[in-house]
C-alpha cells in the first residue's frame, strides 16, 4: 500500500539476498484508516503471474499512463523466476488490476487485498496465497492532483510498489533504491533491487 503520509513496514536486512529481518512474505488483511480499503500482502499460488487490467467504471477518467507503467513493472518483476505478464482475456487472473475514484480514503493512494471473492487462496502467514487478488490504483489521487500519478517517475514507483505485494513483498525502510519504499513520491526507486530479487527467487 502507498499513502501520502507514512505507514507501517517493516526494517530490513540489505544485501542481494533474503535477509534475517526479511521484508518478504503474507501478512493479515488490515484496515489501516478505521475505514475500507483492507490492505495486505500475500504470495502468488505459482511462478506464473497474470494480470487483467480493468476499469471498474468506465465513466471515472482512469491515471493516465498507468497501463504503460504497469507493463514496466511486469517486465521488471520479469527480471526474476516468475513470469509475470497482462492478460486482459484472462477471466480468471492472478491480480484484478483496477482504476477507480475511491475518494480520499485518508491519503491511500493504492492498495492490494486478497478479496472474499477470490478464485483460490491457501496457507498461513507468512506463507498464505492468494489467486484473484485486487491491486487498486485511487484515481481520486490523480484528479485532486495531490501530487501523486503526476509523473511517469512516481507512476512506475506506485506499479512496481503494488505489484510486489502481489508476489509477497513487503515495505522496505532501509533504502529508496528499490520500489519497496515505504513512502509513496519519496524519491523511491521505479524497479525491484537485488534484495527484492532474492525474495523473489528464493520462493519462486
Known sequence: MLTVLSVAAVVTGVGGQPAGANPFGSTA????????????????????????????????????????????AISDL???????????????P???????????????????VC?????????SNP?????????????????????????AAQRQNIACHELGHTVGLQHRTDTRASCMWTYAGDGGASRYDAHDRGHVNSRY
Open 29 to 72: 488483511c488490515v484496515d489501516p484508516a478505521g475505514a475500507v480499503p483492507l490492505n495486505c500482502v500475500n504470495l502468488a499460488n505459482n511462478n506464473d503471474h497474470a494480470m487483467n487490467y480493468v476499469n471498474l467504471d468506465q465513466t471515472t477518467q482512469a491515471i493516465p499512463g498507468m497501463g504503460a507503467a504497469m507493463t514496466a
Open 78 to 92: 520479469n527480471g526474476t523466476d516468475l513470469h509475470a505478464y497482462r492478460d486482459e482475456n484472462d477471466s480468471l
Open 127 to 151: 506463507n498464505r496465497w492468494c489467486r484473484g487478488q485486487d491491486l487498486n490504483f485511487n484515481v481520486y489521487y490523480w484528479v485532486s492532483d495531490n501530487g501523486f500519478y503526476d509523473t
Open 115 to 123: 478479496p472474499s471473492d477470490n478464485t483460490g487462496e491457501g496457507g
Open 94 to 112: 492472478d491480480v484484478w488490476v483496477h482504476d477507480y475514484n475511491y475518494g480520499a480514503l485518508d491519503g491511500i493512494t493504492a492498495w492490494v
